[in-house]
């Protein structure tokens, strides 16, 4: 098992900046890559960066030079950096853990990006 808690989601104005954390626990040891997907009101949830156990980073084609994914093992966390942040950037933000058998999904975090 491995439980994901998401935090640092928000309201904030076009162009700001956010920094979502996600802290795992349970057997992270078994952990393969983690990654950030959201879900907009009405569309299917989507890739946004996903990180490897290597430092592999993956990010999707929209979110590249804005979003940083990074990881701290020592903490079992994983961030992601949003700068230039846009309207369309609104959505809830989930984590998410990719064992090699299952994969574990955080409760998400809401961003708001309006004016």
């Known amino acids: 098992q491995v439980q994901l808690v998401e935090s640092g989601g928000g309201l904030v104005q076009p162009g700001g900046s956010l920094r979502l954390s996600c802290a795992a626990s349970?057997?992270?040891?078994?952990?393969?890559?983690m990654g950030w997907y959201r879900q907009a009101p009405g569309k299917q949830r989507e890739l946004v960066a996903q990180?490897?156990?290597?430092?592999?980073?993956n990010y999707a084609d929209s979110m590249k030079g804005r979003f940083t994914i990074s990881r701290d093992n020592a903490k079992n966390t994983v961030y992601l950096q949003m700068n230039s942040l846009k309207p369309d950037d609104t959505a809830i933000y989930y984590c998410?853990?990719?064992?090699?058998?299952?994969?574990?999904w955080g409760q998400g975090t809401q961003v708001t990006v309006s004016s």
């Open positions: 998410r853990a990719d064992l090699p058998f299952r994969r574990y």
């Open positions: 349970g057997s992270v040891f078994s952990i393969r890559a």
């Open positions: 990180i490897t156990n290597s430092g592999t980073t």
